[in-house]
């Protein structure tokens, strides 16, 4: 057991050294990962031209099918969202750019992190060798996302397969994996629950994941979730949350969802989330966060005075 946990702890110091820090990559976050901001379904080669250009976004999401490219009939991974099969982007095509962007750019307010959505095994399996051999030396942040467990809320969506997917990626010792459970809709209020976050901690330590791990979770679920949330986080070493929202109908307690980011952190919370709930949920936190530093000052000037 003993050696084990060192072989554990090894490969975890070992993938870390070849992630792209996302603090490192942007600093003028100053470690504040709510300041990270974000593009959706980048999914076609004018809007992806067009987000590169846009010094105001840091991390671009895009979602890969298999498909084929406009004028072609070769089924290969594409960039698309189901039920959409065809596309002007291949994953190749879009992994290049990206390096190519990232090499040429001479700021750091101007590169790219990219994270990769799979609704399907099938779609991530046939895009492995692509993104091996696209950020094989981790220059630039890089996630995985899949739904990997059902979630609360009966989602009717199926979960890509969890085994398969992290199995997989393991051979990515410079990726994040972006995992979480298949939600849908709802206008009751509920969250995740005990169970959902045992399962996703069991579903972890048996797959013997030792990528870096971030949980994207539904806003309207994961503000209602304070404790689940916390447990989550406690197990799973070096984990963060990704807070997302995509439908405009979901009720969003911005109060507790305040709550929950004051209390677990805005070193361990990404914000992805529409601008106006965006700007509603980090209302006063930079005065929180002053006073929050100024204490730790205070207190920290009050100890020296004693020993």
């Known amino acids: 057991m003993k050696n084990s946990s060192f072989f554990t702890i090894g490969c975890l110091i070992l993938h870390r050294m070849c992630l792209a820090d996302i603090n490192t990559f942007f600093p003028q976050i100053k470690g504040d990962l709510t300041l990270v901001t ?59 750019r990206i390096s190519d962007f990232n090499a040429k750019s001479n700021s750091t307010s101007s590169r790219k992190g990219v994270k990769l959505d799979f609704k399907t095994i099938e779609a991530f399996n046939n895009s492995v060798a692509t993104i091996t051999a696209s950020n094989s030396t981790g220059k630039y942040p890089l996630w995985i996302n899949a739904d990997i467990l059902r979630g609360p809320t009966n989602a009717t969506a199926d979960p890509v397969n969890a085994d398969q997917f992290l ?30 976050i045992e399962d996703m901690n069991n579903t972890i330590t048996k797959n013997n994941v030792t990528n870096e791990i971030t949980f994207p979770v539904r806003a309207a679920l994961a503000a209602n979730s304070l404790p689940q949330m916390k447990k989550l986080l406690n197990a799973v070493n070096g984990s963060t949350l990704t807070i997302w929202s995509s439908d405009e109908n979901d009720k969003v307690d911005v109060a507790s969802l305040k709550t929950l980011i004051a209390d677990v952190g805005h070193t361990k919370v990404y914000l992805d989330v529409p601008e106006h709930l965006r700007k509603q949920i980090l209302s006063n936190s930079g005065n929180r966060m002053a006073m929050s530093a100024f204490i730790t000052i205070v207190i920290a000037g009050l100890v020296s005075m004693f020993y």
Do not use: C, K
């Open 167 to 196: 199995s997989i990626s393991q051979q990515f010792n410079n990726t994040v994996l972006s995992i979480g459970w298949t939600t849908r809709f709802t206008n009751i209020s509920t969250g995740y629950s005990d169970t959902n």
């Open 38 to 96: 974000w593009a959706h379904a980048v999914n076609n080669a004018s809007y992806l031209n067009s987000i590169l250009n846009n010094d105001a976004i840091m991390m671009i999401e895009a979602d890969i099918v298999l498909g084929t490219l406009n004028g072609s009939t070769e089924i290969i991974p594409i960039m698309g969202h189901p039920p959409n099969n065809t596309s002007d982007l291949s994953l190749a095509q879009f992994m290049e």
